[in-house]
Structure formats: structure tokens, C-alpha cells
């Protein structure tokens, strides 16, 4: 065979291999339209892949996770022992529904409704029937003369319990909550009474009775001076025999401890000590003996006036 010859056939054996594919597309393609033609028709159905149901799966997924993320605040919002509380501080319900997992836990919050004459609620251990609430206040902080513990028991059902409001002069108290059996099984130190919070009309406040204590106390200590003075004085004086000499040196002594003597306090208690020093000091002046009894006597109403 001439190579001419070869080079003929070689191009009609590849033209006869790609009209073979292009028929054998064609014959795919018309089998197709066929089987469509037929399902529109009726004829038989068409086959369908199956399709695994992965939505199902998600939807499973999803329930699962939101279980996970929200399923402890779903039980402590509907099966929790704490009710709901519209005055409290963000947080202050969660964080008692929180403990409230957690049956040996206590917990409490503040009502916020109104901060002068603040309220609690009160989450106990599981069991326990009553608590008492204490507060101590801490007396260098809280603006009163005379600050006061205030103890007072708190009645539980199924672990929570709630107080009455509870009229306190602002400042710093330490609270504590009480088991049955006197142990302190929860303690605080918290800023209570007022606005709530020590802002400037607390701090005035505290500063001036701060002076008047300051004041007080500064006149207590001329008051113990002056009978002191007046004591040693007598003392001296007694061992003088003759009378008018006595009663000589007392008047001299007398007009320098006059001017140093307190002026009159406004204070029952203090004006009665104050009144009885005079006294104590006059009846020297006409050279009667030493009142030991009286002198006692003052100076016990002192001490008494200075531990308060």
C-alpha cells in the first residue's frame, strides 16, 4: 500500500470513530425525550433518587443545642423555688435561681424599690424552715449617734423567704444570715440606707455627727478635768485644820477653776453630771469636808457617758 494510500485510510477510520460518538449521543439524547415524553404521558413513572432526610437531622441538632444553651435557664424560670422579681438589680434573680441549684447554697438580693427602707429576699439551704437576718452596723461609718444591730427571723417556703422593709440610717453594715442553730452560714458587707450609695448628702451628714461627737466627747473630758481638780483640791485643803483658812484657800482656788469650767451642755445626762461637779466644788467653799460618795458618783456617770 503507497502512503498515500495509508494517510486515506487513516483519516477515514477517524472520521468514522467521531461520527460514532456523535451517534451514540444522539441516540442517549432521543432516549431521554422518550422516557420524558412517556412520564408527562403517563405511561409509567419516573425513578427518583432517595433524598436522606438531613433536615431532620438539623432540626435535631438544633433542639439539642438549644437544650444544652437555654435548658438550665428554662428550669430555674419554671421550676425554680425563687418567684419572679421586678425589683431587684440586674442579675440579683439569676444569681438566686443560680444557688437554688445547689441544695446546701444560700443567696440573697436587695429590692431595689426603695433603698432608704431596704427589703431581702433570702434563698436557704434545703431543709430549713426559718433563718434569721443580722445586721451590724459599723458604727464609724453609719450616720446616727447611735447606731443598732437589727436581728430579726425570716420565715421560708420551699427555701425562699422575704423581709420587711427595714428603716436604717445610711452607711456600711455587715450582714449575716443565721441557721436555726445560731451558725452564720452566709456574710456580706454592703452599703445600705440612704440612696443606697455613700454620695455626697451621706457624707455631709456623717461628718456632722462626726463634730458633734467630737464636741461631746471634748466636753466629757473637761467635765472629768474639772472633777478631778475639785477632788485632789479637797483633799489638800482637808489637811488645813483651821476652817477660815480653809475656806480661804478654796475661794482662791475657786476663781481659776470657775473660769476654766465647761459651759452648761444641752444634754440631759451631761447637765446633770455638770450640775453635780458645781455642786461637789461649792460645798468646799464653805469648808465642809470632802463628799467622797458624791465624787464616786460623778465620776461612774462619767465613764458611763463616755462609752456611748
Do not use: C
Not at 107 to 121: D, E, G, H, M, Y
Not at 279 to 302: T, V, Y
Request: hydrophobic fraction near 40%; charge should be neutral; proline fraction near 6%.
Amino acid at each position: 500500500m503507497s502512503n498515500n494510500d495509508q494517510k486515506f485510510d487513516d483519516r477515514t477510520s477517524a472520521i468514522d470513530a467521531r461520527q460514532l460518538k456523535a451517534a451514540q449521543r444522539e441516540a442517549v439524547k432521543h432516549e431521554r425525550s422518550e422516557v420524558k415524553a412517556a412520564s408527562r404521558a403517563g405511561a409509567f413513572p419516573v425513578a427518583r433518587e432517595r433524598v436522606f432526610p438531613w433536615f431532620l437531622v438539623l432540626l435535631a441538632g438544633a433542639a439539642g443545642g438549644g437544650y444544652y444553651y437555654y435548658g438550665d435557664t428554662i428550669n430555674e424560670r419554671f421550676f425554680s423555688p425563687v418567684p419572679e422579681l421586678s425589683d431587684v438589680a440586674p442579675g440579683g434573680l439569676v444569681e438566686l435561681r443560680k444557688a437554688a441549684r445547689y441544695p446546701t447554697a444560700s443567696a440573697f438580693v436587695l429590692s431595689t424599690a426603695q433603698p432608704t427602707t431596704p427589703k431581702f429576699f433570702i434563698l436557704g439551704p434545703e431543709g430549713a424552715t426559718s433563718v434569721s437576718l443580722v445586721l451590724t452596723p459599723d458604727a464609724a461609718t453609719v450616720a446616727a449617734e447611735h447606731p443598732r444591730t437589727i436581728r430579726f427571723p425570716v420565715e421560708l417556703a420551699k427555701r425562699f423567704g422575704r423581709t420587711p422593709a427595714v428603716e436604717l440610717d445610711p452607711g456600711y453594715y455587715d450582714l449575716s444570715i443565721e441557721a436555726a442553730d445560731g451558725k452564720t452560714i452566709l456574710s456580706r458587707r454592703l452599703f445600705l440606707g440612704g440612696s443606697g450609695a455613700p454620695d455626697a448628702s451621706y457624707q455631709l451628714r456623717l461628718d456632722g455627727i462626726h463634730q458633734a461627737a467630737a464636741l461631746r466627747h471634748a466636753l466629757i473630758e473637761s467635765l472629768r478635768a474639772a472633777l478631778e481638780a475639785t477632788n485632789a483640791k479637797a483633799a489638800e485643803f482637808a489637811k488645813i485644820a483651821r476652817k477660815p483658812a480653809r475656806v480661804k484657800a478654796w475661794a482662791a482656788f475657786h476663781a481659776s477653776w470657775i473660769g476654766q469650767y465647761p459651759p452648761e451642755p444641752t444634754e440631759a445626762s451631761l447637765y446633770e453630771i455638770w450640775t453635780s461637779i458645781r455642786s461637789l466644788h461649792e460645798a468646799q467653799m464653805s469648808g465642809a469636808a470632802p463628799n467622797d460618795a458624791l465624787a464616786r458618783d460623778i465620776e461612774q456617770k462619767l465613764s458611763a457617758a463616755g462609752s456611748r
